[in-house]
């Protein structure tokens, strides 16, 4: 049975922080809220943690998992980024967009993408989020928490709850997600290549949906 908090997404109680983190470091799996919509996340190096999200969520070792991050600075940490990159980074995050780029060695191979070895980095823009990458001290292994089966995510933590409290560690309450997605762009090659169109606005990358 997993536990559940409720965690104020505009000014999140420090206690029920320090418990969600310690619950992150001793294996957990957790659901919580980003700024487009319910996240599953875990430790970077824990292999059963990132083995159970892909069982809930039904996925192979294809699939690209995204590292959270607190800042900028994070992520040049765990990824290649020349100063044209960071320009457009420093220009559209914090915000709803995951950037695909050249990892580094601090990525661990099974969280790269096979044959390309890039990484998928994000810095949102979410109190609970970023309350929780401090207290961590480093990135949050994640994924969209989609269902199998399922278009959308799901928004209300109560119902994730009944949904998942058998298969998850925690589920964060910190009110009503979105539903949108982030809008996901592959940077790896230099020029801004859109993956999928998402919540992030596709101007501020000088990307059209067309």
């Known amino acids: 049975m997993s536990q559940f908090f409720q965690i104020h997404p505009e000014n999140p109680q420090a206690r029920l922080i320090k418990q969600a983190v310690e619950i992150i470091k001793n294996g957990g799996v957790?659901?919580?809220?980003?700024?487009?919509?319910?996240?599953l996340g875990c430790m970077i190096g824990d292999k059963e943690a990132l083995?159970?999200?892909?069982?809930i969520r039904q996925i192979d070792?294809?699939?690209h998992f995204t590292l959270v991050c607190p800042d900028l600075s994070a992520i040049a940490t765990?990824?290649?980024?020349?100063?044209?990159?960071?320009?457009?980074?420093?220009s559209v995050l914090p915000g709803s967009y995951t950037i695909i780029l050249e990892a580094t060695?601090?990525?661990?191979k099974r969280l790269m993408h096979p044959k390309k070895s890039t990484i998928g980095l994000r810095v949102p823009e979410h109190p609970v989020t970023l309350a929780l990458l401090e207290e961590l001290g480093e990135p949050i292994l994640s994924v969209t928490l989609l269902l199998p089966g399922e278009e959308l995510p799901p928004y209300d933590p109560y119902e994730i709850?009944?949904?998942?409290?058998?298969q998850v560690d925690l589920v964060?309450?910190?009110g009503?997600?979105?539903?949108?997605?982030?809008?996901v762009v592959d940077l790896s090659q230099g020029a801004p290549e859109l993956v999928r169109a998402g919540k992030g606005e596709l101007a501020k990358l000088g990307l059209s949906e067309e």
């Open 30 to 39: 957790v659901v919580y809220p980003t700024d487009s919509c319910y996240a």
């Open 51 to 55: 083995e159970k999200i892909r069982r």
């Open 61 to 63: 070792e294809k699939h």
């Open 78 to 90: 765990y990824a290649k980024v020349d100063n044209q990159q960071y320009r457009l980074l420093k």
């Open 105 to 108: 060695k601090e990525v661990p």
């Open 161 to 166: 709850r009944s949904l998942l409290e058998h």
């Open 172 to 174: 964060i309450d910190g």
């Open 176 to 183: 009503f997600c979105g539903m949108e997605p982030t809008t």
